[in-house]
């Protein structure tokens, strides 16, 4: 078992910048693929981001492309998502998830555990 914890989520003014963190504890040992998706009021969980194990390939959605940027510190078993040019339709909780392979999905069925969110809404 996985156990992941976002943090760095909150309350931004439109263009301006956040990084969110995604804590794993439990069995880090195994190689996991990170994603970070999002779930806005009334809409379904989307695809941010998602970085391979060896943070040797990572993949974003078009929405983001450009603006934000995933990455990780194994040693730390910690992923982060750093968001930059922030709009309100980024507006969402913000989810980090594990998936047991080396090599990252784009879609939710693709990952294993899953974290509590994280809250960030962007102000116009």
């Known amino acids: 078992q996985v156990q992941l914890v976002e943090s760095g989520g909150r309350l931004v003014q439109a263009g301006g910048s956040l990084r969110l963190s995604c804590a794993a504890s439990?069995?880090?040992?195994?190689?996991?693929?990170m994603g970070w998706f999002r779930q806005a009021p009334g809409k379904e969980r989307e695809f941010v981001a998602a970085?391979?194990?060896?943070?040797?390939?990572?993949n974003y959605a078009d929405s983001v492309k450009g603006r934000f940027t995933i990455s990780r510190d194994n040693a730390k078993n910690t992923v982060y998502l750093q968001m930059n040019s922030l709009k309100p339709e980024d507006t969402a909780v913000y989810y980090c998830?594990?998936?047991?392979?080396?090599?990252?999905?784009?879609?939710?069925?693709?990952?294993?555990?899953w974290g509590q969110g994280t809250q960030v809404t962007v102000s116009s």
């Open positions: 439990g069995r880090t040992s195994s190689t996991y693929a």
């Open positions: 970085i391979s194990w060896s943070a040797g390939s990572t």
């Open positions: 998830a594990a998936g047991r392979t080396s090599y990252y999905f784009r879609v939710v069925s693709g990952y294993d555990y």
